[in-house]
C-alpha cells in the first residue's frame, strides 16, 4: 500500500465551534476533538449544530480513536451522538473523560465506560502507522492538551483552544520546553486555534484577573452576584478565591454546576475553603455583605437567571437595591445585545453591573502575537489556521507571513476539505472533500431538520400560517360545504373579515376553475389553491404567510351504506313500536 497523510477539515473552520478535525496515516484515522456548536437566531428551534456524522459511517471502520483537547462543549459536545451508533475509543485528560463522560450519559441511559480512556501530558501511544502525544496548554479549563501526530514525514500538530499565560497556575500552564522538543523533531504542519487573531492587545494575565477580581468583592457594599459560564473554571476559582480573601460565603447555583463545578471540586481542579459554601436556607441568616451567589451556566444561560431574578421571576433569588451583579465573563458578539438587555433589567431592579471584559482584556484564546509566538516556537513548514471565522482565519495567515512564512505554505480551509500530502512535491494539495455538513439536533432527532425546514421555519416566523379547509364531491364536481379558513401570526382575524371573506371567494373560483379545464388530480388542486391564494394575500397584505390548503372528499359509498343503515334501523323502530302498541291493547 502506497503511504499516504491527510488533514481533513471536519468542521471548526469559518465558524465559532463544532471542533473536530482528523489526521489520516496510511489506514489509521486519528480523529482531534468533537464538538458543537450552540445555534444562532437564523436556526429556527435548533438545539445545537453538530459536524456531519456521515463521516464515520464512511470511514467509522478506519477511526483509531477520538483525541480530546479539553472538556468544553465545542470539544466534546458531539460526543452523545457518535457514541449512540459507534464504538470508538476516546482519549483525554482526566477532568475531560469525567465531563465527557458526564455529558454521554445525559443523552445515552448506557455508558460504555471501556471506551474512555485517561492520559496525560507524559502518555504517548503506539498505533500502527503512527504515535499520538500530548503537551500541557493554557485554557480557562484545567486539563487542556495539545495533541502531536507523529508522522514518518514529521509532527502534525493540533493546539486546541489556547493561549500564553506565564502567571498562570500549574494545572493551567503551557508546557513550552515540551513545544521545544517538537520543533526539533520537525513540524510537517500546524493546526492552530485562531478565534482570537484579532486581538492587538495582550491578554491580561490570571494573576491580575484575580486580583482585580478580589477588589471588587472587597469594594462592594451588599450581595454580590457574579454570572459566568460553568466551564470557565478559572474564573469561579477565582471567584471562590476573592470570596474567601474578603469573608464571605458563596451559594453554587446554575444548571450546570453539578455537572463541571462538583466534578472539578471532587477531582481537586477547584480549590474550596472549608466553610465557604452555604445552601439556599443560609441566604437568609448570611448578611447581605458577606453573599455571594455565584449563578453559572452555558452559553447565555447565567444570563437568562439574571434576567428572571430582575423580573422577579427567579424561583429562589430577586435582585434588589444594593445588589452588585458582576458579569465575570466575556460575552461573544452573539449574545451582546442581550448582555446590555439584562443590565437594563438589573438597574431598573435596583442593583448596578459591573462587567469584566469591559475593564479588562480576557480571553481563553491566543491573540495575535501569542500565535506569532507559537509559530517561532514549532516553526511548521505549513500552517493550517482553525477554530475561527473566516476573518480570523485570514488575519491569522497575514501574522504567519509577517513571521517569515510563504503565504503559499498556509491553508485556508473550508468544511469538507481533506489535504493530503504529496512525498514527491513536498506539499499538500486539495484531494477529495470529506463530509462537512451541519446536522442539527432538534429536541430527539439527530440531522431530521435540513435547510427546507429552517426555511419553512423562517417563513413562519416571517409571516405566519394561512389554513384553508374545504370538502369536495369530486363525482359531482361540486363543493359541499363553505371553505373555512383560519391563520396564525399572518393577521388578527377579527379586524380582517372581509379579507377573509374574500379568501373565500378565491378558493371556490380555484376548485370550480380546476374542476371545468382539468382532469381530476389532488396535488394539482391543491398547488392551484395554494397558488391563487398567495396571490391574492400578497396583493391585499404584501404578505407571503405559508399557504396550507386541506381538501376533504366526501365518501359516497359510505354516505349510502349510512343513509341505507338509518332507513333501515328506522323501520325497525317502527315495527318495535306497532308491536308494543299491539301487546298494550290486549
Given at each position: 500500500?502506497?503511504?499516504?497523510?491527510?488533514?481533513?477539515?471536519?468542521?471548526?473552520?469559518?465558524?465559532?465551534?463544532?471542533?473536530?478535525?482528523?489526521?489520516?496515516?496510511?489506514?489509521?484515522?486519528?480523529?482531534?476533538?468533537?464538538?458543537?456548536?450552540?445555534?444562532d437566531s437564523s436556526l429556527f428551534g435548533i438545539d445545537v449544530?453538530?459536524?456531519?456524522?456521515?463521516?464515520?459511517?464512511?470511514?467509522?471502520?478506519?477511526?483509531?480513536?477520538?483525541?480530546?483537547?479539553?472538556?468544553?462543549?465545542?470539544?466534546?459536545?458531539?460526543?452523545?451522538?457518535?457514541?449512540?451508533?459507534?464504538?470508538?475509543?476516546?482519549?483525554?485528560?482526566?477532568?475531560?473523560?469525567?465531563?465527557?463522560?458526564?455529558?454521554?450519559?445525559?443523552?445515552?441511559?448506557?455508558?460504555?465506560?471501556?471506551?474512555?480512556?485517561?492520559?496525560?501530558?507524559?502518555?504517548?501511544?503506539?498505533?500502527?502507522?503512527?504515535?499520538?502525544?500530548?503537551?500541557?496548554?493554557?485554557?480557562?479549563?484545567?486539563?487542556?492538551?495539545?495533541?502531536?501526530?507523529?508522522?514518518?514525514?514529521?509532527?502534525?500538530?493540533?493546539?486546541?483552544?489556547?493561549?500564553?499565560?506565564?502567571?498562570?497556575?500549574?494545572?493551567?500552564?503551557?508546557?513550552?520546553?515540551?513545544?521545544?522538543?517538537?520543533?526539533?523533531?520537525?513540524?510537517?504542519?500546524?493546526?492552530?486555534?485562531?478565534?482570537?487573531?484579532?486581538?492587538?492587545?495582550?491578554?491580561?494575565?490570571?494573576?491580575?484577573?484575580?486580583?482585580?477580581?478580589?477588589?471588587?468583592?472587597?469594594?462592594?457594599?451588599?450581595?454580590?452576584?457574579?454570572?459566568?459560564?460553568?466551564?470557565?473554571?478559572?474564573?469561579?476559582?477565582?471567584?471562590l478565591n476573592a470570596a474567601h480573601a474578603t469573608g464571605k460565603?458563596?451559594?453554587?447555583?446554575?444548571?450546570?454546576?453539578?455537572?463541571?463545578?462538583?466534578?472539578?471540586?471532587?477531582?481537586?481542579?477547584?480549590?474550596?475553603?472549608?466553610?465557604?459554601?452555604?445552601?439556599?436556607?443560609?441566604?437568609?441568616?448570611?448578611?447581605?455583605?458577606?453573599?455571594?451567589?455565584?449563578?453559572?451556566?452555558?452559553?447565555?444561560?447565567?444570563?437568562?437567571?439574571?434576567?428572571?431574578?430582575?423580573?422577579?421571576?427567579?424561583?429562589?433569588?430577586?435582585?434588589?437595591?444594593?445588589?452588585?451583579?458582576?458579569?465575570?465573563?466575556?460575552?461573544?458578539?452573539?449574545?451582546?445585545?442581550?448582555?446590555?438587555?439584562?443590565?437594563?433589567?438589573?438597574?431598573?431592579?435596583?442593583?448596578?453591573?459591573?462587567?469584566?471584559?469591559?475593564?479588562?482584556?480576557?480571553?481563553?484564546?491566543?491573540?495575535?502575537?501569542?500565535?506569532?509566538?507559537?509559530?517561532?516556537?514549532?516553526?511548521?513548514?505549513?500552517?493550517?489556521?482553525?477554530?475561527?471565522?473566516?476573518?480570523?482565519?485570514?488575519?491569522?495567515?497575514?501574522?504567519?507571513?509577517?513571521?517569515?512564512?510563504?503565504?503559499?505554505?498556509?491553508?485556508?480551509?473550508?468544511?469538507?476539505?481533506?489535504?493530503?500530502?504529496?512525498?514527491?512535491?513536498?506539499?499538500?494539495?486539495?484531494?477529495?472533500?470529506?463530509?462537512?455538513?451541519?446536522?442539527?439536533?432538534?429536541?430527539?432527532?439527530?440531522?431530521?431538520?435540513?435547510?427546507?425546514?429552517?426555511?419553512?421555519?423562517?417563513?413562519?416566523?416571517?409571516?405566519?400560517?394561512?389554513?384553508?379547509?374545504?370538502?369536495?364531491?369530486?363525482?359531482?364536481?361540486?363543493?359541499?360545504?363553505?371553505?373555512?379558513?383560519?391563520?396564525?401570526?399572518?393577521?388578527?382575524?377579527?379586524?380582517?373579515?372581509?379579507?377573509?371573506?374574500?379568501?373565500?371567494?378565491?378558493?371556490?373560483?380555484?376548485?370550480?376553475?380546476?374542476?371545468?379545464?382539468?382532469?381530476?388530480?389532488?396535488?394539482?388542486?391543491?398547488?392551484?389553491?395554494?397558488?391563487?391564494?398567495?396571490?391574492?394575500?400578497?396583493?391585499?397584505?404584501?404578505?407571503?404567510?405559508?399557504?396550507?390548503?386541506?381538501?376533504?372528499?366526501?365518501?359516497?359509498?359510505?354516505?349510502?351504506?349510512?343513509?341505507?343503515?338509518?332507513?333501515?334501523?328506522?323501520?325497525?323502530?317502527?315495527?318495535?313500536?306497532?308491536?308494543?302498541?299491539?301487546?298494550?291493547?290486549?
Open positions: 500500500m502506497t503511504d499516504q497523510i491527510k488533514v481533513m477539515i471536519l468542521s471548526g473552520v469559518r465558524e465559532q465551534g463544532k471542533d473536530m478535525f482528523a489526521v489520516q496515516v496510511n489506514d489509521e484515522i486519528f480523529v482531534l476533538d468533537a464538538g458543537l456548536k450552540y445555534p449544530v453538530i459536524p456531519d456524522l456521515d463521516f464515520f459511517e464512511q470511514y467509522g471502520d478506519q477511526v483509531a480513536g477520538i483525541f480530546l483537547t479539553h472538556g468544553h462543549a465545542d470539544s466534546i459536545g458531539a460526543l452523545p451522538y457518535i457514541l449512540r451508533k459507534y464504538d470508538i475509543p476516546i482519549f483525554g485528560s482526566e477532568l475531560t473523560i469525567e465531563l465527557a463522560k458526564i455529558e454521554v450519559k445525559r443523552e445515552n441511559k448506557k455508558l460504555k465506560k471501556d471506551l474512555f480512556h485517561v492520559i496525560d501530558a507524559d502518555t504517548e501511544i503506539d498505533f500502527k502507522n503512527a504515535s499520538i502525544s500530548f503537551f500541557h496548554t493554557t485554557h480557562s479549563i484545567a486539563g487542556s492538551l495539545g495533541i502531536d501526530v507523529h508522522t514518518p514525514e514529521g509532527e502534525i500538530v493540533y493546539t486546541g483552544d489556547f493561549k500564553f499565560d506565564p502567571t498562570a497556575t500549574k494545572n493551567y500552564r503551557t508546557d513550552m520546553d515540551r513545544l521545544a522538543e517538537i520543533s526539533q523533531k520537525g513540524v510537517l504542519a500546524l493546526l492552530s486555534d485562531s478565534s482570537n487573531a484579532e486581538a492587538s492587545f495582550p491578554n491580561a494575565s490570571e494573576q491580575d484577573i484575580g486580583e482585580y477580581v478580589t477588589d471588587v468583592f472587597r469594594n462592594a457594599k451588599g450581595r454580590i452576584i457574579v454570572a459566568a459560564k460553568a466551564s470557565n473554571l478559572n474564573r469561579v476559582q477565582e471567584v460565603r458563596v451559594l453554587l447555583t446554575g444548571r450546570d454546576v453539578a455537572k463541571i463545578v462538583r466534578t472539578a471540586m471532587k477531582l481537586g481542579y477547584l480549590k474550596v475553603p472549608k466553610g465557604l459554601l452555604m445552601r439556599v436556607k443560609d441566604l437568609k441568616t448570611t448578611p447581605d455583605d458577606k453573599t455571594v451567589i455565584l449563578e453559572t451556566g452555558r452559553m447565555g444561560e447565567p444570563l437568562n437567571s439574571l434576567q428572571k431574578m430582575a423580573l422577579k421571576r427567579h424561583s429562589m433569588i430577586t435582585i434588589h437595591k444594593g445588589d452588585l451583579v458582576f458579569i465575570a465573563t466575556t460575552p461573544s458578539h452573539a449574545v451582546e445585545t442581550m448582555v446590555a438587555q439584562t443590565s437594563d433589567y438589573i438597574y431598573r431592579a435596583g442593583g448596578r453591573v459591573i462587567e469584566l471584559g469591559r475593564n479588562m482584556h480576557t480571553s481563553g484564546h491566543a491573540t495575535g502575537r501569542d500565535l506569532q509566538l507559537l509559530l517561532d516556537t514549532l516553526k511548521p513548514k505549513f500552517l493550517i489556521p482553525v477554530i475561527g471565522e473566516y476573518r480570523l482565519l485570514e488575519i491569522h495567515q497575514k501574522l504567519a507571513v509577517k513571521t517569515g512564512m510563504h503565504k503559499d505554505d498556509i491553508y485556508i480551509t473550508k468544511n469538507g476539505d481533506c489535504l493530503k500530502y504529496d512525498y514527491k512535491k513536498k506539499r499538500f494539495y486539495l484531494s477529495d472533500p470529506v463530509p462537512g455538513e451541519d446536522t442539527m439536533i432538534d429536541g430527539s432527532g439527530v440531522g431530521d431538520v435540513g435547510n427546507i425546514v429552517l426555511r419553512d421555519r423562517e417563513v413562519l416566523s416571517d409571516d405566519g400560517i394561512f389554513i384553508a379547509v374545504v370538502t369536495i364531491d369530486r363525482k359531482k364536481k361540486k363543493i359541499i360545504s363553505q371553505p373555512q379558513v383560519t391563520s396564525r401570526g399572518f393577521v388578527y382575524i377579527k379586524a380582517n373579515h372581509q379579507l377573509m371573506r374574500d379568501s373565500i371567494e378565491v378558493i371556490k373560483k380555484a376548485i370550480t376553475a380546476n374542476f371545468e379545464h382539468k382532469k381530476f388530480d389532488w396535488s394539482e388542486l391543491k398547488q392551484d389553491i395554494r397558488n391563487d391564494l398567495e396571490k391574492f394575500l400578497y396583493k391585499k397584505t404584501n404578505r407571503r404567510p405559508v399557504v396550507l390548503p386541506v381538501v376533504m372528499e366526501v365518501n359516497q359509498n359510505r354516505h349510502r351504506a349510512l343513509q341505507k343503515r338509518n332507513t333501515k334501523q328506522e323501520s325497525q323502530n317502527k315495527k318495535n313500536v306497532k308491536k308494543n302498541q299491539t301487546k298494550d291493547t290486549k
